[in-house]
C-alpha cells in the first residue's frame, strides 16, 4: 500500500482516515465507486510528474510507447482501480463472512493450502497489485491467517491505526524492526502464510534484478526468508472486478520457485530474487492498471541514468 502518497496530500491525521473509512463504509456501495472513480479520472488528467510517472510504468509493462490518447485512457483506468483499492479496502470490514468468503476466486490456492498442511509454511511474493488486503483477508477467512511486514510511517498513531484496521481483517502487520524476521520465521515454521510486498525497494538496500526490460533493485526479504526457514516461495496477484460484477476478485497464485540451498545462501538469494522479479512481471502483465506503483522505482525515475534491456539479445 502506497501509505505516503495518500498522506502527503492529506493532513496527517489518524482522524482523517477514520472519518473517511467511516464515510467509505456508511454510503452505498455502487454511488461509492461511482463517486471515487469520477474523482480519480479527473486527478488523472493533472499533467502532474505523477501522472507521467505511470505512463512511463504502463510503457515499461507493455513494452511500447502509447499514443496520447491510449496514455490517457490507461492512466485514467490505474488511477480509478487505485481510488476503489481505498474504498473497498475500507468497507471489507463490514462485509458479512459469506460474502467475504464468496468474493474471491483463487487459481492455485493448492499451493497454499499444500504447503501449510505439511508445516512449511509459505512465503507469497507480492506486488502492489490489485487489492492485496482483500486476498489476505479471505485467505484468513479460509483458515489461513497472514503475516505481513508494513511501512512505518512519520504521521504520530497513523501506523498503530493501519495495523488495528488489518487485524480486524485477519492479517498481522508488523513493523520493521530489529525482531521482525524471528516473528515471521516462528509464524513460518507453524505452518504459516507470510505475505511480502516486493516490487519496491524503499531502503535501498535490496537485490540488482531486471525488472521490466531496465536494471533496479528488489527487497530481498521474500527470497532470505524462505531460504532459511526452508518455506514454500510463490508468488501471486489479485485483480479487481474479474469475477462476480466490479466488487468480485481473482487471485492467481503461481507454484513455488524451486530453491537451491547447495548453491550458497548469498548466490541463491540473487538468483531467486530475479525469479520473483520475473514471476511479478508476468502477474503484473495480466492487468497493467491494476498495479498501483506511483513513486520511483528505477535509476531512469530519478534522473541517475538506467538503460532498457533487449533480452533478444541475451
Given at each position: ?14 482522524s482523517v482516515f477514520e472519518y473517511g473509512t ?18 480519480a479520472q479527473l486527478a488523472s488528467k493533472k ?92 485467505l484468513a477467512r479460509q483458515g489461513y491467517p ?169
Open positions: 500500500m502506497s501509505l505516503k502518497f495518500v498522506t502527503k496530500f492529506k493532513p496527517s491525521t489518524v467511516k464515510i467509505a463504509r456508511f454510503i452505498p456501495e455502487e454511488i461509492g465507486i461511482r463517486a471515487v472513480e469520477l474523482g499533467d502532474s510528474d505523477r501522472s507521467r510517472l505511470v505512463k512511463r510504468n504502463l510503457e515499461r509493462v507493455l513494452d511500447r510507447n502509447l499514443s496520447q490518447k491510449e496514455a490517457a485512457e490507461l492512466v485514467a483506468q490505474t488511477y480509478k482501480s487505485y481510488a476503489r483499492y481505498w474504498f473497498l479496502g475500507a468497507r471489507v470490514k463490514n462485509w458479512s463472512p459469506s460474502r467475504l468468503n464468496n468474493v474471491l476466486v483463487c487459481e492455485g490456492f493448492e499451493y497454499i493450502k499444500d504447503a501449510v498442511r505439511e508445516k512449511r509454511g509459505v512465503v507469497i511474493a507480492l506486488a502492489h497489485l490489485g487489492n492485496w488486503e482483500v486476498g489476505g483477508a479471505w497472514m503475516f505481513t511486514v508494513a511501512e512505518m510511517l512519520e504521521q504520530p498513531g497513523l501506523f498503530e491505526w493501519f495495523q488495528k484496521e488489518r487485524w480486524a481483517l485477519g492479517l498481522t502487520a508488523l513493523p520493521n524492526g530489529s525482531d521482525t524476521a524471528v516473528k515471521l520465521s516462528r509464524h513460518l515454521k507453524s505452518g504459516g502464510v507470510v505475505g511480502l510486498l516486493c516490487d519496491r525497494d524503499i531502503d535501498g538496500t535490496g537485490i540488482d534484478v531486471e525488472f521490466f526490460g531496465e536494471r533496479t533493485t528488489l527487497p530481498a526479504g521474500p527470497a532470505t526468508l524462505a531460504l532459511r526457514n526452508g518455506a514454500d516461495l510463490l508468488t501471486a496477484g489479485i485483480y479487481t472486478g474479474k469475477a462476480g460484477g466490479p466488487t468480485g476478485f481473482i487471485s492467481k497464485v503461481n507454484s513455488p520457485i524451486k530453491i537451491d540451498k547447495s548453491k550458497g545462501v548469498r548466490k541463491e538469494i540473487y538468483r531467486v530474487t530475479q525469479e520473483i522479479a520475473y514471476s511479478l512481471e508476468d502477474l503484473i502483465r495480466v492487468d497493467p492498471t491494476e498495479w498501483h506503483l506511483f513513486q520511483p522505482n528505477w535509476p531512469s525515475d530519478r534522473g541517475d541514468g538506467g538503460d532498457r534491456i533487449d533480452r533478444t539479445q541475451s
